[in-house]
């Protein structure tokens, strides 16, 4: 069957009736003029590779802060032989909590930020926030000491998430629902691919480069990025938006019948933030400083962690397009809360397998989600709500940084297990709030949504 309906063959395209969770969504509305179709394009098509690319650079430096962390904590702190956290660590878990904490409370200004994009456009906001977040990478490579770091770190962070954000959103408006979830994985591997090699990079050479020398190397991907940028297009679905149509970004132009989605997806993202906070913030100081493993041994984990990665991407796409967007996000927020108490539940082998199955985990999730949240809202909104997720996920990250971190303190023996499952298995049942979502496999975001006027998707 056509996962596009009558819109792939250029007629009119035929809304989608509402849930029956979903009933105060709009209806498309009786005629209307009708405008060009859209020409959309494949997964693997030079723009959306381009959108990709972009990706590839804001993880890399995103991901610095984590994967340096246990360098930072040397540099900045004082280690011992002692047994609790902070002896082994260099820095008490509440101040590196708080310390990762104000790096995520500081994407909070990725709402705003990521709102731009609706009134702006896709393709400048995201060079633009790419490159300002890779500059601040660069110069937290010149901090005096760990709040400055901090300081630094966190003014380029609200630029790299809304980017990220913007990117995704991209990618989801200029494809089909029949390559969508491949464009957002493919997004999300980006992410992960820059994120990765930050890791081995510093997994390699901290013992020459330490952490200012991976912050330094943000220079490469920033020089790069005008290349890349050439090939970025912006989406015609945003184009096909009319100017009155891009109203100032933000809360205002969520309609009333869509903050009711907005909420729902919000919580879920909160919840799974605040799993995917400790259990990937933690993890490399976890890694290097309490389990004391080898920068060889680090380096082969994060090289296996980038294959089943991609394993994860695969399935979750495949899972995505045949049993629905809903269940794989609620398959992927299991898994994701048992590997990560795996991974700190005080040996090496559950260190190992625990990071490299959540990096599975973390795949199945992202083209599901990713999808489902670009799917379910407006055109003239889309990026506007990615901010809302942007932020959703920030306090979610902050609270489980804030909940492992006091719990590492206090508890003696395997602190960072129990302070794991403490913080998060009670995140579970918030995935029974994806049934009140209507189910998005296989319909374009036009069938879920109505806005007068809409050109019907062709694929190009």
């Known amino acids: 069957m056509d996962p596009m309906g009558a819109a792939s063959s250029g007629g009119a395209p035929r809304p989608a009736a509402p849930a029956p969770s979903d009933r105060g969504a709009p209806r498309p509305p009786p005629g209307g003029e009708a405008r060009p179709a859209l020409s959309l394009h494949a997964w693997n098509s030079p723009p959306v590779v381009a959108v990709g690319l972009v990706a590839v650079a804001i993880g890399f430096g995103q991901f610095g802060a984590v994967a340096a962390l246990g360098d930072v904590a040397k540099s900045f702190g004082h ?52 490159a300002f977040g890779l500059l601040f990478t660069v110069l937290a490579a010149l901090s005096p000491s760990y709040w400055w770091f901090v300081a630094i770190f966190a003014l380029g962070r609200p630029l790299l ?45 901290h013992t020459t480069l330490g952490f200012r020398g991976v912050f330094a190397l943000a220079a490469v991907p920033l020089v790069l990025l005008p290349l890349v940028a050439r090939r970025v297009r912006e ?38 933030s605040i799993i995917t906070g400790p259990a990937n913030s933690f993890v490399f100081l976890y890694a290097q400083n309490v389990r004391h493993q080898s920068g060889l041994v680090t380096s082969a984990m994060v090289v296996a962690a980038g294959f089943t990665g991609l394993l994860g991407l695969l399935a979750g796409r495949a899972l995505a397009d045949r049993l629905g967007r809903r269940p794989a996000v609620a398959i992927a927020m299991v898994g994701l809360a048992c590997f990560g108490v795996l991974t700190y539940s005080g ?20 083209p599901g989600a990713g999808a489902l949240v670009n799917e379910l809202f407006p055109t003239a909104v889309r990026a ?6 942007v932020a959703a996920g920030v306090l979610g990250a902050v609270t489980g940084l804030l909940v492992f971190g006091a719990l590492a303190d206090a508890n003696p023996g395997n602190a960072a297990g129990w302070a794991a499952a403490i913080t998060f298995f009670p995140m579970l049942p918030a995935a029974a709030l994806l049934a009140f979502l209507p189910e998005t496999k296989g319909l374009e975001p036009e069938q879920l949504w109505a806005e007068p006027g809409e050109p019907p998707p062709t694929p190009s």
């Open 347 to 366: 040996s090496t082998p559950g260190l190992l397998i625990g990071y490299v199955a959540g990096v599975l985990a973390g795949g199945v999730l992202a």
């Open 79 to 130: 280690m011992t032989h002692g047994t609790s956290f902070s002896d082994q660590a260099g820095l008490s878990g509440t101040m590196l909590g708080i310390g990762l904490a104000v790096l995520r409370l500081a994407s909070l200004g990725g709402l705003p930020l990521a709102g731009l994009a609706d009134r702006f456009g896709r393709r400048s906001t995201l060079v633009a926030f790419a």
């Open 384 to 389: 506007s709500v990615s901010g809302w997720t």
């Open 235 to 272: 989406p015609e679905r945003y184009e096909a938006v009319t100017a009155t149509e891009h109203r100032p970004p933000v809360l205002g132009p969520v309609a009333r019948p869509f903050r009711r989605r907005l909420l729902i997806v919000a919580a879920v993202t909160f919840a799974i």
């Open 161 to 205: 998430s809304a980017g990220n954000g913007v990117a995704s959103v991209s990618a989801a408006e200029l494809t089909p629902s029949s390559d969508r979830t491949k464009a957002v994985a493919m997004i999300a591997a980006g992410y992960g691919v820059g994120a990765g090699i930050t890791a081995l990079i510093h997994s390699a050479g």
